[in-house]
């Protein structure tokens, strides 16, 4: 099993309810950021990426169990590990946690997608195997 990258987020006022908990729908915008920052460890910008391949990663399918809750200024840490490589798409095991608990696990599946077509298309040799190293599989 591969190392997972992580990326520390804090929650801020605008990220909670009226309860102070975090809301649903920002634990998939701390998990987004996480792919972001992977990608970006990987040296790989989502904006070069559209520009230079002419392609975006976009979620395909994805699964989120809440566990428990978040709440206003708390330093989390998000991590995101391959979890499955194919062709065109990669699937990631992701996990919003506060020390070691975890408060929310994620199953995200994301597709390469030819920006101009809007269509699956492969991930570009030198973005897979960079994907790939980073993930201790064989290129």
Same mark, same amino acid.
């Given at each position: 099993?591969?190392?997972?990258? %992580?990326? +520390?987020?804090?929650?801020?006022? %605008?990220?909670?309810?009226?309860?102070?908990?975090?809301?649903?729908?920002?634990?998939?915008? /701390?998990?987004?950021?996480?792919?972001?920052?992977?990608?970006?460890? $990987?040296?790989? %910008?989502?904006? *070069?990426? @559209?520009?230079?391949?002419?392609?975006? /990663?976009?979620? *395909?399918?994805?699964?989120?169990?809440?566990?428990? +809750?978040?709440?206003?200024?708390?330093? $989390?840490?998000?991590?995101?590990?391959?979890? =499955?490589? @194919? *062709?065109?798409?990669?699937?990631?095991?992701?996990?919003?946690? =506060?020390?070691?608990?975890? $408060?929310?696990?994620?199953? #995200?599946?994301?597709?390469?997608?030819?920006?101009? *077509?809007?269509? +699956? #298309?492969?991930?570009?040799? %030198?973005?897979?195997?960079?994907? =790939?190293?980073?993930?201790?599989?064989?290129?």
């Amino acid at each position: 099993m591969t190392a997972a990258f %992580e990326w +520390p987020v804090r929650v801020y006022y %605008e990220d909670t309810d009226a309860g102070g908990v975090v809301y649903h729908a920002n634990y998939l915008k /701390f998990m987004e950021r996480a792919r972001t920052e992977w990608l970006r460890a $990987l040296g790989f %910008e989502q904006d *070069r990426l @559209r520009s230079e391949y002419g392609i975006v /990663f976009a979620v *395909r399918r994805l699964a989120v169990e809440m566990q428990r +809750p978040a709440h206003f200024n708390e330093a $989390l840490t998000v991590t995101c590990r391959v979890t =499955r490589m @194919r *062709r065109a798409s990669v699937e990631f095991a992701q996990v919003v946690q =506060r020390e070691a608990t975890a $408060l929310a696990t994620g199953e #995200v599946a994301i597709a390469c997608v030819d920006a101009a *077509r809007q269509a +699956p #298309v492969a991930i570009p040799d %030198e973005v897979a195997r960079a994907m =790939r190293a980073a993930d201790g599989t064989t290129a």
